[in-house]
């Protein structure tokens, strides 16, 4: 139970006593660390002061102190709190009787639920201390190592094909810090019809978007070439000035994604490119601007993609595979990293938000479009308009993971496409190749 600032004791008839008129609330570390993760996830870290979450509770900022001893520890706290959060749901499930299947689909219900505790998404690393965040990376580790084992253990059933059972654990944790923010990215279009968020997810993780989970898919892959900024003609001024512009967003999303956009400075990114601040604020503009437009180039680069994915002939499930593929692909390319979203929307301005927005209603149209054109030629299952919402938490850990190596991107990439396509399930008449390239 959690412990209680300025508890006073019980009455002598057993009854919890009264406030007295004046007298400093209650609040306890659980409130605390769970308005945070609140406050955090919708705002970042650096907008979240301690007076805030005291506002929010109803206390004053000297009773935070009773439990955190600065920003810094509650956001170590908060992110201790969501692994073992994890871990424990997670250890539950997996006692669970029925195999790996029923104990995905009750850590789901668990997890993805109206009773689900809040999850703080950890995507800050940079801002603790080395000790502090080798103790939540430690943490977290342990949490995919328990998927991973009940994984395995459903695949030496016969439950779950077999797969790369630590690419799997990774993107369904990610889905789960993902699922509660994806209204808040993209809550102007996807209007809440069909089945639920929790049933969306069951059916991607366990059966994925193909009608024939036994058949081949075949595909052709999309050239993510054409995201890269081609060399500018030095006569050209404008498009020189695009080039720089590029160059600088593609540097900022690859530390925001690695470090964290609190834990990234101006002058780290200048540094990264052999430039000054004031070249920033030339080409780009203040920081806040800096983030915004690293994740409007980010949509941009997805309406790109998906837009040539659906413009492929046939039937529309290949197309859509090819879209995932390689929508993994950029973001494990150092030079393209775009910026995923997950914590801190709040903190771009009104008039960033909806041009957001703008991006996000294009991207979701085009998204849908696929799906009910794919349900409708029969290649396709109709899982639900969340299911296109959860897969922006299947890969969206991509970008902050450390696939440097070519082949090993590649083989992410693959493991992430069949993901999508078939789920984890067995598959009882599995072709020798299920995916093609």
């Known amino acids: 139970m959690d412990e209680q600032v300025n508890s006073p004791a019980m009455a002598k008839d057993g009854s919890a006593p009264k406030r007295k008129r004046g007298a400093p609330r209650k609040a306890t570390r659980g409130q605390v660390l769970d308005i945070a993760t609140r406050l955090i996830n919708r705002r970042g870290v650096v907008a979240t002061l301690l007076a805030d979450v005291a506002r929010e509770i109803g206390v004053t900022r000297m009773a935070m102190y ?21 871990d ?19 850590m789901l219900r ?9 999850l703080c998404a950890i995507v800050e690393p940079g801002l603790l201390p080395e000790d502090k965040r080798r103790e939540v990376e430690r943490r977290f580790d342990a949490v995919i190592a328990r998927i991973v084992a009940l994984l395995d253990a459903g695949h030496r059933d016969g439950i779950v094909r077999a797969c790369d059972f630590e690419i799997v654990a990774r993107a ?8 509660p923010l994806a209204m808040l990215w993209n809550r102007r279009r996807l209007e809440i019809t069909g089945p639920s968020m929790l049933q969306s997810a069951e059916c991607l993780f366990f059966d994925g978007w193909a009608s024939d989970r036994s058949a081949a898919v075949e595909y052709r892959p999309l050239d993510i070439e054409t995201l890269t900024s081609p060399v500018a003609d030095a006569f050209d001024r404008a498009a020189v000035g695009d080039a720089k512009r590029e160059r600088i967003l593609a540097a900022a999303s690859r530390l925001f994604n690695s470090k964290g956009i ?3 400075t101006l002058e780290d990114i200048a540094a990264a490119i052999g430039a000054t601040p004031r070249t920033l604020y030339h080409n780009v503009g203040d920081k806040e601007t800096l983030v915004a437009e ?20 046939g039937p529309k499930l290949p197309g859509y595979i090819a879209f995932q593929k390689a929508w993994a692909l950029t973001q494990m390319r150092a030079d393209l990293s775009p910026l995923m979203p997950l914590a801190g929307f709040e903190m771009l301005s009104a008039q ?39 897969q922006a938490g299947v890969l969206g850990w991509l970008a902050r993971a450390s696939y ?25 008449r599995e072709p020798a190749n299920a995916m093609r390239f």
């Open 66 to 86: 009773q439990h955190v001893a600065d920003r810094e520890d509650l956001v170590f706290q908060c992110y201790v709190q969501s692994c073992d959060r994890l």
């Open 88 to 106: 424990d749901e997670v250890a539950q499930a997996a006692s669970t009787a029925g195999g790996a299947i029923e104990q995905i689909r009750v």
């Open 110 to 118: 668990r997890l993805l639920g109206p009773e689900a505790p809040a």
């Open 172 to 179: 369904l944790i990610n889905t789960l810090f993902w699922a």
């Open 262 to 264: 609190d834990s990234t």
């Open 294 to 313: 690293c994740y409007f180039r980010m949509m941009r680069m997805g309406i790109h993609l998906q837009s040539a994915a659906f413009d492929q002939p």
């Open 352 to 390: 960033h938000q909806a041009r957001f927005y703008g991006y996000a209603d294009e991207l979701t149209v085009l998204t849908l479009a696929h799906v009910q054109q794919g349900v409708v030629d029969g290649s396709m299952r109709p899982i639900g308009t969340f299911a296109t919402a959860l």
């Open 404 to 428: 440097t190596d070519a082949a090993q991107q590649e083989h992410v990439a693959r493991e992430i496409a069949i993901l999508l396509a078939v789920g984890i399930r067995a598959i009882e």
